[in-house]
């Protein structure tokens, strides 16, 4: 039943009966990696809509934007007619779902925060979308992308990882980049906060002795660069990992993690590495690197 009136109301029962049965799916995304997930999985054609911040692939840029995942613009959504919406479970507010519901509107959640969540996404939404080929594919290919990196050692490198230098604040072991430094051989120092994202002083970082530091704002190296001048408070290598490679829970977490175990190779030889990859050899430069992923 629809639940609101008005103009919104008499849009939702225009979409309900003017969308025949048989018709393509048109499906709008309510979070930006999940565009890049309906495009990797072979679906990108029937994207509709996407919400602000969609900026990857490049394709789904120039699709209208219904608002940001806290404030939807209903009535834009209702006149793109849309089939199917893709929400993000988790971190799509529920009060926002059951809205759409409301309206009349099909919405699924797509439960991917982990890194291990990419594969089985993929092919959920291959499934929902009806590419299941593409996105098995896909789902293959990342998964082999992610175990061909893996590094197991004894002797994992303490590794800080910075989302923002003001305030300082980082990520727990629950989320995907978190797991990427385990791959790649690290651990995360502030795994066990109890928060997702935690506020962190400059102490309790160099409390930890952290081996690497990875930011992602451009000018996140600038409160630890100069502490690296005496080593008895700050021994670490400084690396920028562009922050859509890590924060975003997608198809591009591969490269992100290609990014992160080039840094750690370089600091430390593993003990057990891929047999199909080398540590990158230590070319001289000092120990802050600026590196993007790419």
Same mark, same amino acid.
Request: proline content about 8%; some cysteine; hydrophobic content about 45%.
């Given at each position: 039943m629809i639940a609101f009136g008005g103009r919104i109301g008499l849009l939702a029962l225009a979409v309900l009966f003017a969308v025949p049965a048989w018709a393509a799916e048109r499906v709008i995304t309510l979070a930006p990696h999940l565009a890049? +997930? #309906?495009?990797?999985?072979g679906a990108g054609d029937q994207l509709v809509g996407v919400i602000r911040y969609s900026d990857y692939p490049p394709q789904v840029t120039s699709l209208p934007v219904v608002g940001d995942a806290f404030n939807l613009?209903?009535?834009?959504? +209702?006149? *793109? %007619?849309?089939?199917? =919406? +893709?929400?993000?479970?988790?971190? @799509?507010?529920?009060?926002?779902?059951? &809205? *759409?519901?409301? =309206?009349? =509107?099909r919405v699924d959640?797509?439960?991917?925060? &982990?890194l291990? /969540?990419?594969?089985?996404? =993929? %092919?959920?939404?291959? %499934?929902? +979308?009806?590419?299941? @080929?593409?996105?098995?594919?896909?789902?293959?290919?990342?998964?082999?992308?992610?175990?061909? *990196? %893996?590094?197991? @050692?004894?002797?994992?490198?303490?590794?800080?990882?910075?989302v923002s230098a003001v305030p300082l604040y980082s990520l727990n072991g629950e989320h995907a980049a978190s797991d990427v430094i385990r791959l790649c051989g690290g651990r995360n120092i502030?795994?066990?906060?109890? #928060?997702?994202?935690?506020?962190?002083?400059?102490?309790?970082?160099?409390?930890?002795?952290? /081996?690497?530091? *990875?930011?992602?704002?451009?000018?996140?190296?600038?409160?630890?660069?100069p502490l690296l001048a005496d080593r008895q408070v700050l021994d670490a290598t400084l690396a920028r990992i562009s922050p859509d490679l890590l924060a975003r829970p997608g198809p591009r977490l591969a490269q992100g993690a290609r990014a992160v175990c080039a840094v750690l190779a370089r600091v430390k030889p593993a003990r057990s590495s891929p047999a199909d990859s080398h540590p990158a050899p230590d070319d001289g430069r000092s120990r802050t690197a600026d590196r993007t992923g790419d």
């Amino acid at each position: 039943m629809i639940a609101f009136g008005g103009r919104i109301g008499l849009l939702a029962l225009a979409v309900l009966f003017a969308v025949p049965a048989w018709a393509a799916e048109r499906v709008i995304t309510l979070a930006p990696h999940l565009a890049e +997930l #309906v495009v990797e999985a072979g679906a990108g054609d029937q994207l509709v809509g996407v919400i602000r911040y969609s900026d990857y692939p490049p394709q789904v840029t120039s699709l209208p934007v219904v608002g940001d995942a806290f404030n939807l613009n209903h009535e834009q959504i +209702l006149a *793109l %007619r849309p089939t199917r =919406l +893709l929400a993000w479970a988790g971190g @799509t507010p529920e009060p926002e779902i059951r &809205r *759409l519901e409301a =309206l009349g =509107l099909r919405v699924d959640a797509v439960d991917v925060r &982990r890194l291990n /969540d990419v594969a089985d996404a =993929l %092919r959920h939404i291959g %499934r929902l +979308l009806g590419t299941p @080929t593409a996105a098995e594919a896909a789902a293959r290919s990342f998964a082999e992308q992610i175990e061909s *990196l %893996r590094v197991v @050692t004894e002797e994992p490198l303490r590794v800080y990882y910075q989302v923002s230098a003001v305030p300082l604040y980082s990520l727990n072991g629950e989320h995907a980049a978190s797991d990427v430094i385990r791959l790649c051989g690290g651990r995360n120092i502030f795994a066990d906060a109890p #928060v997702l994202a935690p506020q962190v002083s400059r102490e309790a970082v160099l409390a930890e002795r952290p /081996d690497v530091i *990875l930011y992602s704002g451009e000018d996140g190296a600038a409160p630890w660069q100069p502490l690296l001048a005496d080593r008895q408070v700050l021994d670490a290598t400084l690396a920028r990992i562009s922050p859509d490679l890590l924060a975003r829970p997608g198809p591009r977490l591969a490269q992100g993690a290609r990014a992160v175990c080039a840094v750690l190779a370089r600091v430390k030889p593993a003990r057990s590495s891929p047999a199909d990859s080398h540590p990158a050899p230590d070319d001289g430069r000092s120990r802050t690197a600026d590196r993007t992923g790419d």
